[in-house]
């Protein structure tokens, strides 16, 4: 049984089923979702995890007001954050620890997990 835990959140199924292959390739339990709304649910319901790799535009409520109400709910607030996107402008979204533009190399969502995971590291080892 995997030890660690991810959250995946695309409105489409073949990035999500992309998604969780990489991760579990990783040794993750991966949870989807194919909305935000769905995703919110998920937090808490069935939470912790470890790491999100989120979608940029979803229709309705997209990645970034994921993120923003993520960081602004304390039990969620330093989860470690990769944003998925085919948009470079996506790379600037606040909030997010690392970004990975797509399509993407087993490789690239490896060193991109690294990322996240060691960015909010450093911050949670910072006073």
């Known amino acids: 049984m995997p030890s660690l835990k991810a959250l995946a959140v695309d ?6 089923t992309l998604a969780t292959t990489r991760f579990e390739h990783l040794g993750y339990e991966v949870v989807t979702c194919r909305s ?7 937090l808490r319901d069935q939470g912790p995890f470890d ?36 948009y470079a402008e996506a790379a600037e979204v606040e909030g ?16 991109a997990v690294a990322e996240t995971l060691t960015k909010r590291g450093a911050r949670r080892l910072q006073p």
């Open 51 to 86: 790491i999100a790799a989120i979608d940029y535009r979803m229709p309705g409520l997209d990645g970034d007001a994921l993120i923003r109400t993520m960081r602004a709910t304390p039990a969620w607030a330093d989860m470690p954050v990769l944003i998925i996107s085919a």
């Open 96 to 111: 997010a620890d690392a970004f990975l533009l797509m399509p993407y190399t087993r490789q690239q969502f490896e060193d």
């Open 11 to 16: 409105d489409y199924a073949e990035n999500l």
């Open 36 to 42: 935000v709304e769905l995703a919110i649910v998920a």
